[in-house]
């Protein structure tokens, strides 16, 4: 069939499987050294269900992200789970068919410690001659993701089922050659790692500090192996359970309560009200996500309008402000706005301090490093809450401006080193999988 035509393209009807135009021009054209082969001949799709609904019983589940992969998401009473999951075993893949286009697919590791994984989740195994670290990092390069954004299907949310994945052709590399690859691979990833830890040890070395230089200690009414603790009903006992009193404090410095310290405070909102329309203004939009560990928040790409603010979509916090995460699994996260003004969500509480009493980068270092203090009234309920009453309760020590701007300097260098280190950390990993990917594939 003569098919050299400008704008026409013939398809053979046995090969079709998806009825997309940008599949049907070139949805699987790959180019490698390596011989070209499809991938279903390498993997067995592990579908079968288990009855995971013993209320006796607590079952470990897994979950799939773009992060880290196959994680530990957490243990459910049989008496809660409707349905049957999925078992995984060492070595098998999973990923999510609705985000494996963003890199939602991850390999099982002896590490974790769950082996249950919701059905919606697409589970295969690979044969004999096919490493399963090869093929993850394979499906983390562009080329494949680009490959997997053709094949694709659905009319509102794209979705790449397993029939489709083992259509897709892939390089295939010895078992030897695969070999050599993940071990360049992970040469790379070994400085990365690396750096991680030196990067976790500044951390530990700073908190450290602080607690030395605050002379902080815990007084736990232990160290004279005392089996009872007397507390100050009227001074001290705030909730009627243990964990209200498991843990108290001491400094040589005035302790006082932060509620004390601070001239103003309000929570962020997001009410149905901020509609699309709002966004792409001038006025930062932050969420927990953006509050990363950096003493001031960096840049976010989410901005909302003055019109949003006036309508009540959102909260204004001035330059100066300091962001504490209140609602949820990140609470105790901390940030100071360092630009005229920030908007912020629900799960955020913004607070100005007295800057004749404190430096609100001294209070940013003491709730940071010591996030055991600042969280250790939250409400132990399926949702963790520090809401601004128990922020006002938090007990700080105040040490003498010098001392409060000695730490500030302290700290500020130790996470300009860490910001460093974490930049080529990030340049380490991206080039590691590049590598990877322009031995594999002719780009």
């Known amino acids: 069939m003569n098919t050299a035509y400008q704008f026409l393209h013939f398809v053979q009807y046995a090969a079709i499987r998806n009825w997309s135009v940008q599949y049907m021009i070139g949805g699987n054209k790959i180019s490698s050294l390596f011989p070209i082969r499809t991938l279903g001949t390498y993997i067995n799709e592990e579908n079968e269900r288990y009855e995971i609904s013993d209320p006796s019983k607590e079952y470990g589940i897994l979950g799939v992200n773009n992060q880290a992969g196959i994680f530990d998401a957490y243990k459910e009473n049989g008496a809660k789970i409707k349905q049957k999951y999925k078992k995984m075993q060492e070595g098998w893949i999973a990923f999510n068919p609705y985000r494996v286009n963003v890199g939602s697919v991850g390999v099982k590791r002896s590490c974790h410690q769950n082996e249950y994984i919701s059905p919606a989740y697409v589970v295969f195994s690979c044969k004999k001659g096919l490493l399963p670290d090869f093929l993850y990092l394979l499906m983390k390069t562009q080329t494949f993701n680009q490959t997997i954004r053709l094949n694709t299907t659905g009319s509102v949310r794209q979705s ?214 600042s969280t250790a009234e939250q409400s132990k309920t399926t949702l963790p809450i520090v809401n601004q009453s128990k922020i006002s309760r938090i007990p700080i020590p105040i040490p003498s401006k010098e001392i409060q701007e000695e730490i500030v300097s302290n700290v500020s260098a130790a996470k300009a080193r860490i910001r460093e280190l974490k930049s080529k950390a990030t340049s380490l990993k991206a080039q590691a999988l590049q590598d990877f990917e322009r031995a594999l594939f002719i780009l």
């Not at 083992?166 to 691979?185: D, R, T, V």
């Not at 940013?364 to 203090?373: A, G, H, M, P, S």
């Open 160 to 373: 790449l089922s397993f029939k489709n994945l083992s259509a897709l052709s892939i390089p295939m590399p010895s078992l030897e050659e695969q070999n050599k690859l993940m071990h360049s691979y992970n040469t790379i990833i070994g400085k990365f790692r690396r750096i991680e830890q030196n990067n976790a040890g500044i951390e530990l070395k700073t908190e450290q500090y602080i607690r030395k230089a605050l002379d902080l200690d815990k007084d736990n009414g232990n160290r004279d192996n005392r089996l009872l603790r007397f507390i100050h009903f009227k001074n001290t006992l705030n909730r009627w359970d243990s964990y209200a009193i498991k843990e108290q404090y001491k400094s040589k410095w005035p302790i006082v309560k932060l509620g004390e310290l601070i001239t103003s405070i309000s929570t962020g909102t997001t009410p149905p009200t901020i509609h699309k329309e709002y966004f792409n203004g001038n006025i930062r939009f932050y969420t927990p996500a953006d509050i990363t560990g950096e003493m001031y928040l960096g840049n976010t790409e989410r901005h909302i309008s003055k019109e949003a603010v006036d309508k009540g979509a959102a909260r204004v916090f001035e330059k100066g402000t300091i962001l504490f995460v209140g609602i949820g699994s990140t609470v105790g996260k901390v940030g100071i706005v360092n630009e005229d003004m920030v908007s912020s969500n629900q799960q955020i509480t913004g607070f100005m301090v007295d800057e004749r009493l404190v430096c609100p980068e001294y209070v940013y270092c003491f709730l940071y490093y010591n996030k055991d203090i």
